[in-house]
């Protein structure tokens, strides 16, 4: 057809759609509907063109290069494609989107290229989407009689997703207070600017509780049923060990071996035992549930395991890899029952260096269930707790030093470390947020942490020293652009560093965190530092990891949660009978890497999308109350406050009392009338004035105080000269408002037509509400 209409409009040059389908033969409804989808086909990939009266041609413009990529669209129409891990990502403006969804496999053609010199990046024109990722949705029904070929529409609480979704009419009654998922059937286009679906399943009902959770979940297909066939394997699986069970494995039952979890953990798949030497080395054995042995690589549970790749952690919930039965029941190391696990045995000495290690199929008994409180009362010297755990007491001293000698050692080859302050959302049985709470982590929890980063590395570095396919956790150097970004930003607070931004060694960085360590902007810089990293993320090829300054790294020590620990524990079995299993794992391992590496991201979306939902709602009764926070970020359209509760809430710069000059070197804004300075760190007072649970945002109003800074604006002779800064007072007012009087530096003719740029240019790259932290 598509030949028949060239070689047609070579001939005729304009012509009307009924013109065309009539001198075709396409009059009938059947293939009338195909030309005029051919023919939009044709126009996406602008082999022709209509002009304003609706008449077809064909393009004059020649072939142009086209790309292939998948779009990320901001929630104001704007987006931007992504080709690869190398290339930057190309701008498309709202106007060149052509229908595209976030998600999409998209084709492009360049509209302009990137300047280095200015910054600025590529742009694009969406000709083409080549794959929808969007193929479900979920929301709540809105009963709509306007359409009467539908039951009503949907919207998705995507804020990525501005068009009705309209639902075909069901053979069930509905009322309007369903949360429906759906199955897109049809997508925007130019004829009609909204979605048809079909009714899935009936999530819920407005007033359930926790169904908003339960909708963003399902909105990103986290679902917590499984497969039939899945649950019928696990309930196949015998609670107790049988004498086969047992065979080939090193018995440790007798080892002082305990697990330390978080209060409310429930699927424990890792314990620790310790022992001092007579050499004056350590001995510790890191214990890891045997899943491996019960999931079986192809099986029902394997399938759907991985089709998972991970547990989703989200406020009140956990959507677990494996059924429950494994997760918290057979699988999980609970206290005083035998449990199968792998396990790895190092001796390790005091400079932290692994001298030997042994990779082994055990079995374990576990003393205790600790919790984190439990152990950090103990190294407090706690002499209730210590009395009764007194048996593991020696224990937890001698991990105390062990983890130490660690942490040092870490620290002496470059590992960076990025913690910030993370919250924890208390609610009720209804789901209702009651409090947040910052996450306390105390020696016990870095303890932990460092025992179970020594046992990834000594299983990393044994597969590759084989030089055996294996799957790596990498982090690999961050980008140029971004560690440059980092330094100016870091130098306007007087910091010197050290290297260039294409080759900044990992030492630099940390003299910059110990320089800032007691400061009110520590903490924000840390969290600049982490987002000038690039994301950590599963691959067959070794890379090493930057963040931790290993070269060697992989994930061992949660199979029960995450994907890759379980493929990593069927490896060190398999290859331990044999290495003709290296052809079969060469082969599945991409694929396994590329889709955990997704559904981690897909997972970390989610509780950020959740987290914010709840510190919104938990807002909502706060309104009108004034706070003080710190200026966590300064962006081109306003700023950024957090509060000590890590509530996190944007001042928009059409909300501020004057107009606000944007540096975006020293990432400040300063007023141009009475030179208020707002900068990352400093204190600030705000009253909030809008929480919306349903996109998540919190918005403040600045508050003048005694907590702001005025800073003189600099003569033209004098941009050398460092800047006084001073708090505000009416003298220092006063004189800011007088000197503005005599500056050049003149407001803008039009504020609102500025203010309305800036707004419009909001999103990627630090030009919208910024994304949460990423993890190691």
Known sequence: MKTEILNYLQAKKQVSMNQLARDLDKESAKDFRDLIKTVSQMERKHQLRFDDEGLISLSQKKERLTLQGIFHAHKNGFGFVTLNDQEDDLFVGRNDVNYAIDGDMVEVVITKVADRIKGTAAEAKIIDVLEHSLTTAVGQLVLDEEKPKYVGYIKSKNQKIDQRIYVKKPALVLDGTEVLKVQIDKYPNRSHNFFVATILDVVGHVNDPGIDVLEVLESMDIVSEFPEKALAEADAISENLSEQDYQGRLDLREEITFTIDGADAKDLDDAVHIKRLKNGNFELGVHIADVSYYVKEGSELDKEALNRATSVYVTDRVVPMLPERLSNGICSLNPNVDRLTQSALMEIDQKGRVVKYRLEQTVINTTFRMTYSDVNDIIAGN??????????????????????????????????????????????????????????????????????????????????????????????????????????????????????????????????????????????????????????????????????????????????????????????????????????????????????????????????????????????????????????????????????????????????????????????????????????????????????????????????????????????????????????????????????????????????????????????????????????
Request: glycine share 6%; charged share 30%; proline share 4%.
């Open 383 to 776: 002499q209730e707790k210590s009395k009764e755990f007194q048996k593991i007491v020696p224990s937890i001293e001698a991990m105390v030093s062990l983890h130490k000698i660690l942490e040092s050692m870490r620290f002496r080859r470059g590992a960076l470390n990025f913690d910030t302050s993370e919250a924890k959302i208390m609610v009720n049985q209804n789901g209702k947020p009651v409090d947040i709470v910052l996450r306390q982590r105390g020696i016990a929890e870095r303890m932990i942490e460092s025992f179970m980063l020594v046992a990834n590395e000594t299983v990393a570095e044994h597969f590759a020293r084989l030089d055996l396919p294996f799957i790596y956790r990498i982090h690999e150097e961050p980008k140029a652009e971004k560690v440059q970004k980092f330094i100016d930003y870091a130098s306007t607070f007087g910091l010197s560093i050290y290297g260039t931004a294409n080759s900044i060694k990992q030492a630099a960085l940390q003299d910059i965190m110990k320089a800032v360590q007691g400061q009110p902007y520590e903490e924000v810089l840390s969290m600049m530092l982490l987002r000038s990293m690039q994301q950590a993320r599963y691959s067959e090829h070794n890379h090493g990891h930057y963040g931790l300054a290993a070269e060697f790294y992989t994930h061992f020590t949660s199979p029960i949660r995450r994907y890759p620990d379980l493929l990593v524990h069927r490896m060190v079995r398999d290859y331990g009978r044999s290495k003709a299993m290296a052809e079969h794992f060469e082969q599945v391992i991409p694929e396994i890497a590329s889709q955990s590496s997704s559904r981690e991201r897909r997972a970390i979306e989610a509780e950020r999308e959740v987290e914010a939902m709840k510190k919104a709602e938990y807002m909502e009764e706060f309104v009108g109350q004034e706070f003080e926070g710190v200026v966590s970020s300064v962006v081109k359209f306003g700023l950024f406050v957090e509060l000590p509760n890590t509530i996190e809430g944007l001042i928009h710069v059409t909300n501020l009392p004057e107009f606000y000059n944007y540096n975006e070197r020293n990432l400040t804004l300063q007023g141009e009338k009475s030179g208020t300075l707002f900068r990352v760190g400093q204190q600030i007072k705000v009253k909030l004035v809008r929480a919306d649970k349903m996109t998540g945002e919190i918005d403040f109003a600045y508050l003048p105080s005694e907590l702001d800074v005025v800073e003189k604006r600099r003569k033209k002779t004098q941009r050398g000269a460092e800047p006084s800064r001073k708090p505000r007072d009416r003298k220092a007012k006063a004189a800011g408002s007088k000197k503005d009087k005599s500056s050049k530096n003149k407001k803008p003719k039009n504020k609102k037509a500025f203010y309305k740029d800036v707004a419009k240019k909001g999103g990627k790259h630090g030009k919208g509400r910024r994304k949460g932290r990423r993890t190691k």
